[in-house]
Structure formats: C-alpha cells, structure tokens
C-alpha cells in the first residue's frame, strides 16, 4: 500500500460514496474502484460493505481510517520538515579552508553575487594521512577549499587553480640579497612550517623529502607567529602568496621564489555521501567561472 492508495482509500471513508470521492480527487470512479479492490485484495479483507450499490464502512475499515489519518498527517508533516530543510540548504553554505592561502576575495565576490546564500567560512585543517574514510562528514562542511591531493575514500575532488611556493626570510638572511632560491640550498637551514600536521605542512615535508633537503631544524607555528619567529630565530618559512596576510605590513620579511618554480594544486573537496545541494552547485560554477577568467587574463 502505498500514499496514494491511502489518500484514495481515507477520501472513500470520508463520503462512503464512490461518485463523490472521485470527484474530489478528480480521477475516474472506475480507476478508484479497482484501486479499493487491490487494497482490499492485499490486506485479505473487505473495507466497505456493499448495500444497495451503497457502501457503508465496516469494522476493518474504521480500523484502517484511524491510523491511516495519523499515517498521513505524519507523512504530511514528514513531507513539510523535508521540504524546509531543502530549501534551508539550498539557502545556506558552509564552506572550510583548509589553510589561510586561499584568496579570500573569492568567498566576498561569491557573497556579493549571491546575495541569497548564507555563507558561513570555517578554518578547518585536514591531513592528508587518509586515516578517515571521509573527514568532512560530521563536521559541518559542505565544500572544503583545500590544496591538493587529498587522498581519502568518499570525498569529491576537483581542481581549480594553481599557485606558486615561496620562502619567506628576515632582513640580514643570507638569502636576503637573492632573488630565488633553489630548493636545495636550504639543507641545514631552521625551517618553520605553518603546521606540522596541516595539508600545507604535509606538502613541505613530502617536498623537501623529494629533493632530499635535510633541514637543520624544523619546526611549526601558527601563521600569525611565522613573521616573529623567523625573524628572531633568522629562520626560514614556505608560503604561497595567499598566506601573507599576517606580513603584508612587516619589513622584516621578503619573498623568494623557489626556482625551479614549484606550485600546488588548490580545488574543492566534498562528501559523496551527501547529495550536492543548490548552493554547493552555485559555488561550484562561481569557481569554475572565476578561475577560467583569471586564467584567460593571466594568457
């Protein structure tokens, strides 16, 4: 049995009168009878009695209409509570950064365009070590901007830009007077990473692995610490441009670029778990805009 059926059925109950309850639910009274038939057919019982091509509704039937009315006001209520929360995501977007090195101006521009959207930005850091079949369900995440790869089971990927490595170094560093620096002059150097255990900090490791760089030191700090610490430890940092929030005013810093040059992928990371709601669907295209005019304006 299923809601229509019952709908039928309760509107049968409702005028004990074939004629009238097809007229209310405007389909033709033979369709709705053989319908009563298949119902009654399935339960194994009669619903109605018939009387002088009357029907009047028996003991079974009462039965059925007393919980059939809860049935279909739970499934009407069911129904609205559905419905609201549909449109609730399609209204709101939770999105996680996974490192301060995304340009931020996107999420305003993004805001600006969709003034129907309720956006909500939460740092969120996420290793790259894959323990997690999908880390982003249970926190709170529709969409993660995050650097790549990110190797876990049920999440979505997609890349959208690229952006290049930097170091950043104090006034008086001997790489100071430089304009890049090759990779492999940093053996031995103090490095800092903008967390350990941050995609960020996976990447550096993994990298300096690569090119077997064996730092003297390696420690991590938040990002509001690194201009401080490298300048009092004459340390050195990796930074993408993104991530200088905390050094667009100090003249203690310079940027090098790392020579050969070296980038990591940025895109969006979400759960396949979880239908993509409209909103998610919106930011998505918003990126997707966005990056292929930057990209047709760098050309």
């Given at each position: 049995?299923?809601?229509?059926?019952?709908?039928?059925?309760?509107?049968?109950?409702?005028?004990?009168?074939?004629?009238?309850?097809?007229?209310?639910?405007?389909?033709?009274q033979p369709a709705l009878s053989m319908s009563l038939a298949r119902m009654e057919e399935m339960l194994?019982?009669?619903?109605?009695?018939?009387?002088?091509?009357?029907?009047?509704?028996?003991?079974?039937?009462?039965?059925?209409?007393?919980?059939?009315?809860?049935?279909?006001?739970?499934?009407?209520?069911?129904?609205?509570?559905?419905?609201?929360?549909?449109?609730?995501?399609?209204?709101?977007?939770?999105?996680?950064?996974?490192?301060?090195?995304?340009?931020?101006?996107?999420?305003?521009?993004?805001?600006?365009?969709?003034?129907?959207?309720?956006?909500?930005?939460?740092?969120?850091?996420?290793?790259?070590?894959?323990?997690?079949?999908?880390?982003?369900?249970?926190?709170?995440?529709?969409?993660?901007?995050?650097?790549?790869?990110?190797?876990?089971?049920?999440?979505?990927?997609?890349?959208?830009?690229?952006?290049?490595?930097?170091?950043?170094?104090?006034?008086?560093?001997?790489?100071?007077?430089?304009?890049?620096?090759?990779?492999?002059?940093?053996?031995?150097?103090?490095?800092?990473?903008?967390?350990?255990?941050?995609?960020?900090?996976?990447?550096?490791?993994?990298?300096?692995?690569?090119?077997?760089?064996?730092?003297?030191?390696?420690?991590?700090?938040?990002?509001?610490?690194?201009?401080?610490?490298?300048?009092v430890q004459n340390a050195l940092a990796f930074m993408v441009k993104g991530m200088n929030l905390y050094m667009?005013?100090?003249?203690?810093?310079?940027?090098?670029?790392?020579?050969?040059?070296?980038?990591?992928?940025?895109?969006?990371?979400?759960?396949?778990?979880?239908?993509?709601?409209?909103?998610?669907?919106?930011?998505?295209?918003?990126?997707?805009?966005?990056?292929?005019?930057?990209?047709?304006?760098?050309?």
């Open positions: 049995m299923d809601i229509t059926q019952l709908k039928y059925f309760l509107t049968i109950a409702k005028y004990q009168n074939i004629t009238q309850a097809s007229n209310e639910l405007n389909i033709a194994g019982v009669k619903l109605f009695e018939r009387r002088k091509r009357k029907l009047y509704i028996n003991t079974y039937g009462e039965i059925l209409q007393k919980y059939g009315l809860q049935m279909l006001e739970l499934y009407e209520k069911a129904m609205g509570d559905i419905e609201a929360e549909k449109n609730m995501s399609e209204r709101t977007l939770s999105v996680g950064i996974s490192d301060w090195g995304f340009p931020r101006n996107i999420l305003s521009d993004f805001v600006e365009e969709n003034p129907d959207i309720d956006l909500n930005v939460n740092l969120m850091y996420l290793s790259n070590s894959g323990q997690d079949a999908n880390p982003l369900e249970g926190r709170g995440c529709d969409v993660l901007i995050t650097p790549l790869p990110v190797n876990y089971e049920y999440v979505c990927v997609k890349e959208y830009y690229r952006e290049r490595l930097y170091i950043i170094v104090p006034r008086g560093h001997r790489f100071c007077e430089q304009r890049e620096v090759d990779l492999r002059e940093l053996e031995g150097e103090h490095i800092y990473l903008n967390g350990y255990y941050s995609h960020f900090g996976w990447f550096v490791r993994q990298l300096l692995e690569e090119y077997n760089v064996t730092p003297g030191k390696l420690d991590a700090c938040t990002a509001e610490a690194l201009p401080k610490l490298v300048t667009e005013n100090s003249e203690e810093i310079r940027f090098l670029p790392i020579a050969p040059a070296i980038y990591r992928s940025v895109g969006l990371a979400w759960s396949s778990l979880r239908a993509p709601t409209k909103a998610m669907q919106t930011f998505a295209g918003f990126m997707e805009k966005r990056f292929k005019r930057e990209e047709g304006e760098e050309r």
